[in-house]
C-alpha cells in the first residue's frame, strides 16, 4: 500500500524530468540510508559528522548557485522536493542539514550572494556555519530565530530610513538593549526570539533594498522562500507519516484482521492520504506559479499546511495509540518538533498578510486578489 504513495498524481504539464528524477532518488537514497534510521535512536556526535558531510556531499549550494557562478540555479519546485526528501528522518535533523536553502534563496534572487560572510556556498552545508531562519512575529514586534550555531547571522528587517529593507545580520546577544528569549531546543537547533527596539545596534552583513529581477520586493522574498522551506519540511513529514500508518496497519492485527481491514481506520487511512496528496500538489502548484501571484498563494500554502501537519500527526498518534502504541515508535520522533514548526508558518502568513496590507497599490490592483 505504501508504494501508492510515492506516485505523484500531478497534470502532465508538471512532468518531471531525468534529472529531476534523479536529484530526488538521490536526496531519498540518502534519506533513507542516513536519516531515517534516526527516528529510533539519536547518532553519536562522530557519526553525525560523517552523515553531514555525506549530505554536503549531495551540493545542495551549488544547486542553489546561479548559472553564471558556475550552479544549477535550481529552481523553487526542485528545492522544495530534495528538501521533503529530508523528512524521512527527524524533522529537527533534517532542517539542521537543510537550514541555510531559504536564506541562501533569497540572497540568490536579489543578486548578494556576493556579499554573505563565508563566500564558499558550501560552507552552509557541510556544519562549519549556516544561517538562521528568522521569522518575524508581527503581533509582538519580535523576530523568531531558528538556528544552529550561536550568533550565526540571519535575515531581518529594518525600517529605520523609512525604505524597510532586508538586512542579514548577527543579533546582538548580550550587548546592548537587544532582548533575547530562548524558547526551545530541537535537537541541536536552538529556538529564539529577539526583539529589536534599537536597530542602530545592528551591524548588516548584507542589505536588500532592490527588487528582483521580476520586480518583487526583498521582503516579499523573504517572507515566501522561507514559508516555502518549512512548508516543504511540514509536507515532507505528512508524506512520511502517511507511509508509516499504511504500513502499520497493515502488518498491525486486531481481532484477527490487519487494522486496515476494520472500516473506521480504512477511513481515517483514506482522509490521510487524501490530504498528504493534496498538500503535495498544493505546494507544487505554488512553485511553480507565477512570481507575481505567489505572496497570496503562499499564504493560503502555509496556513494549508500548517493545519493539515498537525491534524496528520494527530490521527497518526490516535491511530497507534488506540493499538499499542509506545514511545519508541519511529513516527514518535517528529511529534515534538511538527507544531514549532507549523507555528512559525503561522507568523509568516501573519507577515505576509501585514507586507501585502501596507502595500495598497498591489492590494488594490488585484495583483494578489482579495484580502486574506
Known sequence: MADFLVLDPIPASWAISEDQQGLYATARRFAREQLEPLLTRSPDAAEW???????????????????HMGGMAITRGDLSGIIGQ???????????????????????AHDALGQLPARNIHDYFDG??????????????????????????????????????????????GRGRTQHTRVTGLGALT?????????????PLAILEQPDTHGIHPIQTWLTESALYLCA???????????FALDYSAGR????????????VATRLADMLAATHATHVFLRSVTTADTSRCARLVRQLAR?????????????????????????????????????????????????????ASQPSLADSGQYGARQ
Open 49 to 67: 559528522r560523517q552523515t553531514v558531510k555525506r549530505a554536503a556531499a549531495l551540493d545542495l549550494g551549488t544547486m542553489i548557485l546561479p548559472a
Open 304 to 356: 494549508h499546511v500548517s493545519g493539515e501537519a498537525i491534524d496528520t500527526s494527530r490521527e497518526l498518534v490516535q491511530l497507534c495509540g488506540g493499538h499499542g502504541y509506545v514511545e519508541g515508535l519511529p513516527p514518535a520522533a517528529r511529534f515534538q518538533t511538527v507544531h514549532w514548526l507549523a507555528l512559525l508558518l503561522t507568523r509568516l502568513d501573519a507577515a505576509l498578510g501585514g507586507y501585502i
Open 191 to 203: 529556538l529564539e526570539q529577539f526583539r529589536f527596539d534599537h536597530t542602530d545596534e545592528i551591524a
Open 128 to 173: 562549519t556555519t549556516s544561517i538562521a531562519l528568522s521569522v518575524p512575529d508581527v503581533g509582538t514586534s519580535c523576530t523568531w530565530r531558528l538556528s544552529l550555531q550561536t550568533g550565526s547571522p540571519g535575515l531581518i528587517m529594518l525600517a529605520d530610513t523609512g525604505h524597510p529593507r532586508v538586512v542579514l545580520a548577527t543579533p546582538p546577544v
Open 233 to 243: 519540511l511540514l509536507a515532507g513529514a505528512m508524506h512520511q507519516s502517511v507511509v
Open 253 to 264: 492485527h486486531a481481532f484477527r484482521k490487519p487494522l486496515a481491514s476494520h472500516q473506521m
Open 86 to 108: 529530508f523528512a524521512a528522518g527527524p524533522l529537527e535533523q533534517a532542517a539542521e542539514l537543510s537550514l541555510s536553502a531559504a536564506a541562501l534563496m533569497v540572497l540568490r
